[in-house]
């Protein structure tokens, strides 16, 4: 079993900075790909990002490449969303994911253990 626990969302205005955290408990951490997903209000909980169990490889939604960056420590059991160039079309819960296995995957079905989400909201 894993524990997922996001923060670091907020309110910024269009074309601001935030990082989002999601600290695991549990099982072994450095065992399980990561995702990041976000969910907008009326709409599907949609792919974000995913990080390999090292680290070493990374998976982009389109709408985001260039702007947002994954990333994991596996010392401190946490998953890292750099998200810049924030735009008001980002507003939405953030949810970090964690799956048994090797592979990335973009599917949320794909995907084992849920954080509660945290609000990110952009202004314009």
């Known amino acids: 079993q894993v524990q997922l626990v996001e923060s670091g969302g907020g309110l910024v205005q269009a074309g601001g900075s935030l990082r989002l955290s999601c600290a695991a408990s549990g099982r072994t951490f450095s065992n399980n790909p990561m995702g990041w997903f976000r969910q907008a209000p009326g709409k599907e909980r949609d792919f974000v990002a995913a990080?390999?169990?090292?680290?070493?490889?990374?998976n982009y939604a389109d709408s985001v490449k260039g702007r947002f960056s994954i990333s994991r420590d596996n010392t401190e059991k946490t998953v890292y969303l750099q998200m810049n160039s924030l735009n008001p079309e980002d507003t939405a819960v953030y949810y970090c994911a964690a799956r048994e296995g090797e592979r990335l995957y973009t599917r949320k079905s794909s995907y084992d253990y849920w954080g509660q989400g945290t609000q990110v909201t952009v202004s314009s």
């Open positions: 990080i390999s169990r090292s680290g070493g490889v990374t």
